[in-house]
């Protein structure tokens, strides 16, 4: 599977955005999709998951924040962020796999999009 995103961007504090993530391929629906993101100096952490159950698992940091939906009939996966914070700002990556630990971290991915930059000014 090939993972495109977009999305991403500067906003100010407390500002909204949506990354998507557009996935080639038939099997879509059989794939678990995370969204992962990198801070400079940080490790990657996985910021939200959703599983080919709809099953959601999401950092503590965003609960309540954002929103991971996937459209199996149209191959995508989106992250709606809101309240979103200086924090946030890291390069997001959105991920497919197929292993039974997709809430736990990005290490269970197999298949990765480019990354796309969100920055928030305070």
């Known amino acids: 599977v090939q993972l495109q995103a977009s999305g991403g961007g500067l906003v100010q504090a407390g500002g909204s955005l949506r990354l998507s993530c557009a996935a080639s391929?038939?099997?879509?629906?059989?794939?678990?999709m995370g969204w992962c993101r990198q801070a400079p100096g940080k490790e990657r952490e996985l910021v939200a998951a959703?599983?080919?159950?709809?099953?959601?698992y999401y950092t503590d940091s965003v609960k309540g924040r954002f929103i991971i939906s996937r459209d199996n009939a149209q191959n995508t996966v989106n992250l709606h962020m809101n309240s979103l914070q200086p924090e946030d700002t890291a390069v997001y990556y959105c991920?497919?796999?197929?292993?039974?630990?997709?809430?736990?971290?990005?290490?269970?991915?197999?298949?990765w999009g480019q990354g796309t930059l969100v920055t928030v000014s305070s």
């Open positions: 391929g038939r099997t879509f629906s059989s794939y678990n």
């Open positions: 959703i599983s080919r159950a709809y099953s959601r």
């Open positions: 991920a497919a796999g197929e292993g039974r630990n997709w809430y736990r971290g990005c290490g269970d991915y197999d298949y």
